[in-house]
């Protein structure tokens, strides 16, 4: 970018970032994936039988989010096989950050709704519903408002 301070050409810079993209996507991908087994394994479990109707709803919905955090995730690498030496890297780059945004929303909400679901089994409902929004603002004050804010301050 302009001004940025950095000595690249776009070429370069596209290549630097489309680096960047691939290593965030390494981190989110192996939480993702971990997190997905984790859940699909609750179903074999013996006390899964013992959920009500909400909670086995809520495990659905969370199997949903995780199995769709984890294909946007993958998403990237997919799409970059499909533009490789087609002199895309500029639309590559861009979709992959949409990509990884969409994918770090599927992971705040599946977080949210694990711990939704764990502390409903554990404990009451109205104290699931208390950590799950706890951890709700969490993830809004520490994935949005704390960059807003450094962004904001220069």
């Known amino acids: 970018m302009p001004g940025d ?8 810079r596209l290549d630097r970032n489309w680096s960047e993209i691939l290593q965030e996507l390494r981190v ?4 993702t994936q971990i997190l997905t087994g984790f859940l699909l394994a609750i179903a074999f ?18 199997i949903s989010g ?3 955090a984890t294909l946007l995730g993958l998403a990237p690498v997919s799409l970059h096989r499909e533009l490789f030496r087609r002199r895309a890297k500029r639309t590559l780059v861009r979709a992959a950050d949409v990509l990884l945004r969409l994918t770090l929303m599927a992971v705040a909400l599946v977080l949210v709704g694990t711990v939704l679901l764990i502390f409903d089994v554990v404990t009451t409902r ?3 519903i208390t950590m799950a929004s706890v951890t709700a603002v969490l993830i809004v004050g520490i994935w949005l408002a704390l960059p807003w804010r450094i962004r904001r301050r220069g």
């Not at 301070?5 to 370069?12: L, P, V």
């Not at 989110?28 to 939480?31: P, V």
């Not at 479990?45 to 969370?62: A, N």
């Open 66 to 68: 995780s199995v769709l």
């Open 5 to 12: 301070g950095r000595d690249e050409t776009e070429n370069e």
């Open 28 to 31: 989110i991908q192996t939480g």
């Open 126 to 128: 109205p104290l699931a």
């Open 45 to 62: 479990q013996q006390r899964f039988e013992d959920l009500d109707l909400f909670q086995t709803d809520v495990y659905l919905v969370l």
